[in-house]
């Protein structure tokens, strides 16, 4: 793409910015703060679960009876059905809130059977993507799992933006099978999209250092505007990539 292009694009995704926008902005602050907030209660009841159990040498001192009905239910599946309870809830949410600011960032009406089937297909994505990676992240040894873990982040990260992308013209199956195409094709304009996205919140973390000292909790003022810079980033992506 040439450079004055580039910059054209960019000074124009700036008049893409209405009503809607502030509504995009919303849903992606509230997803924020949902995520944490599911995330901490997780914490605690994986906490409270941990406590309940007792140390090595007060298991040896019970009775067998006693041992069982403390560990029952057993504790490590307890663990496991709360952190995939917690994983789809995460993962539900996520999706509706991604099928909503995309579309929303069009600008056309969206109908409950554009949304629908957005959702449908990005579900069935990240299922087709999460449960092979997870397997593969406990069979691989654990020297390599932070570094498989790191490649599949962004691997799923930029096909999936391309997929939601590609979703936001057409809602079919077969555009996973586009998307993928797209983004491999094009990489070098998403590169630079997410290059102007990158810039955009190293400004507003340079803003923060000016007003953290008037400011004593600027949680979600931070979230607010980070959402804002996301939604400009596909407003740019939008323009540069169609």
């Known amino acids: 793409m040439k450079k004055t292009k580039l910059i054209k694009n960019i000074c124009q995704s700036f008049r893409d910015f209405n009503y809607k926008s502030m509504l995009i902005i919303a849903i992606d602050t509230l997803f924020f703060l949902f995520a944490v907030f599911i995330i901490k209660r997780w914490a605690g009841y994986v906490e409270r679960i941990i406590l309940m159990i007792p140390a090595p040498e007060q298991l040896l001192a019970m009775p067998l009876e006693h041992i069982k009905e403390i560990m029952s239910p057993d504790p490590k599946l307890l663990l496991i059905s709360s952190f995939l309870i917690m994983a789809a809830i995460l993962l539900i949410?996520?999706?509706i809130s991604r099928s909503?600011?995309?579309?929303?960032?069009?600008?056309k009406k969206i109908t409950i059977k554009e949304f629908a089937k957005f959702s449908l297909i990005s579900l069935c994505w990240y299922l087709i993507v999460l449960i092979?990676?997870?397997a593969l992240f406990i069979i691989l040894k654990q020297g390599t799992n932070l570094a498989f873990l790191a490649v599949i982040i962004l691997l799923l990260m930029h096909y999936s933006i391309s997929l939601h992308l590609s979703l936001t013209k057409v809602q079919k199956f077969r555009q996973i099978i586009m998307s993928i195409k797209t983004g491999t094709k094009k990489i070098h304009l998403f590169l630079l999209s997410y290059l102007v996205f990158a810039i955009a919140l190293f400004m507003i973390h340079q803003v923060w250092w000016i007003y953290r000292y008037a400011i004593t909790d600027y949680t979600i003022p931070r979230l607010i505007l980070t959402s804002a810079a996301m939604c400009w980033a596909r407003y740019v992506m939008l323009r540069i990539i169609r």
Do not use: E, G
Not at 100 to 107: D, T
């Open 93 to 95: 949410t996520f999706v």
């Open 100 to 107: 909503a600011v995309w579309l929303l960032s069009r600008k």
């Open 132 to 134: 092979p990676s997870a």
